[in-house]
Every structure is written in C-alpha cells, then in structure tokens.
C-alpha cells in the first residue's frame, strides 16, 4: 500500500512522442513511460507510428506474417497483492474487423520479441487457450461467433480460467461491441484480493473474484497481432497504468 508522496505509481503516454512514420527497424521503442516492441517491430512497415488524428494518438501496426505482433507494454513490474488495486485504460478504435487478434490488460509473459500467441490462442472458434497468466480484454476475427466482440479473459486465480468463449463474451452484456472507426474507453481494474473488472465507456460489464493470482508478476499490455497474411491494425489514443508502490523491495 502506499506509504507517502511516492507510493503511488503513474504511467502514461499520450503519444505525442511518437515517430510519423513506421520506417524504423529497431527491436523495441519508447513511447512515455511505456516500451514498444513484439516480433513485427523490427519491420519496416510495422511498429508504432502517429496516426492522422488529434490528440496525439498512435496506429499499431504489425506486418503481413502470420502472429506477428506488435504492443505498447511494461516491464514484469506488477503484483496484485502487493501493489493493487491495478488499473490499466486506454482509448482505442478498431479501423476493421479484418485478420486480427488483440489483448490489453496484463500478462505474466512479455519479452521484447513477444508473440501474442506466447501468451493467448484460440484454438477453435470457441476456444481460449491461456499459456500464461492473463487478465485483461481479448479480441479475435477467428472467434467465429463473436468475431466483432470484446471477451473477458482471466486465469491463474482461484477463478475457473475462462477458455469458453460464450462464457467470457462482453458483447452480450449492453452495448460493448465495438463499431469500426468508433473510439471506446477499455478499463480494467484488479484488486489486492484478485477480484477483476472489465469497464467499457463507465459501465462495468464483467467481474470476477479471484480472477487473477496475487503473486504473479505481471506486465501491462496493449498490442496487435496478425491473423493470416493481412496486417493488424489498432488506434490507441492514450495508455494509463495506476498502481501502488510495493514497499517490500
């Protein structure tokens, strides 16, 4: 918990620092307080580069290759039980449903070359395959049923993990799916306890306790990946990480 002045902890990017184009082949990058990075990076015609809107907001972008992927993250630098309640948002929109899977939450898998599919897979239309400890929002065009909906995706707590897509679909809660070239505000917040809450434009759609385990570490997450040979795109607007300070260290 936090003990003074600087026992809380804020990060953020409104992506105002970003480069206007992706023509940069480096493995990973900067953006605010956040890194940038994943398989697709290091490729000339992928990365995180400014989008042609106001505000200051960022197209991630990966190439054609199959998984490739590309995110905007953090360190493995959080702990729920040590360092709640965990709060990750951001502001994004979706230009197409086209050949692409997304997650934004926190994962306990994250290296600078990262694949998504090192972490989260779907491996039918009505399947979730969680390889590491994950919580957060998850979008795939290969969830045929849901292919247009965000899903709620947790494991690791003392929570069934949520593998069955029907089980896990925000989209059948009020007005949660996204519309394309629509923004929508995605917050997730974890308690000290593991309890979770997925939020959409202020409304809380999903919660679950015990979703998540306390003692994890855990990166945040915001990124892309491509489905088949198309590129995967998505608009951020800003990412904000809140968390407390784990005076133990």
Excluded at 80 to 93: A, I, N, P, S
């Amino acid at each position: 918990m936090a003990q003074s002045g600087r026992g809380k902890i804020r990060l953020w990017t409104d992506f105002s620092d970003i480069p206007p184009s992706l023509a940069e082949t480096l493995d990973t990058g900067s953006t605010g307080d956040f890194y940038t990075g994943g398989e697709s990076h290091e490729v000339a015609t992928a990365g995180v580069g400014a989008g042609a809107f106001l505000s200051g907001v960022a197209s991630i972008t990966t190439d054609t290759t199959d998984k490739d992927t590309v995110f905007v993250g953090t360190p493995l630098m959080f702990d729920v039980g040590l360092m709640g309640t965990l709060v990750l948002e951001t502001r994004v929109q979706l230009p197409d449903f086209d050949t692409k899977e997304l997650f934004i939450g926190f994962t306990s898998i994250l290296a600078f070359d990262h694949q998504l599919e090192d972490s989260i897979s779907n491996s039918s239309a009505t399947v979730i395959t969680l390889t590491a400890e994950n919580c957060g929002f998850y979008f795939s065009d290969e969830l045929t049923a849901s292919a247009t909906e965000w899903h709620g995706i947790y494991n690791g707590g003392t929570a069934t993990a949520s593998t069955t897509v029907a089980d896990v679909n925000l989209g059948t809660v009020g007005t949660a799916n996204p519309t394309a070239g629509e923004w929508q505000i995605l917050r997730l917040e974890i308690d000290t306890n593991g309890t979770a809450r997925w939020i959409i434009d202020g409304v809380v759609l999903q919660t679950v306790k015990g979703a998540v385990s306390t003692t994890t570490n855990f990166a945040a997450f915001v990124g892309t990946s491509a489905n088949t040979t198309q590129q995967a795109i998505m608009q951020s607007d800003y990412v904000l990480v809140n968390a407390n300070r784990d005076w133990t260290v």
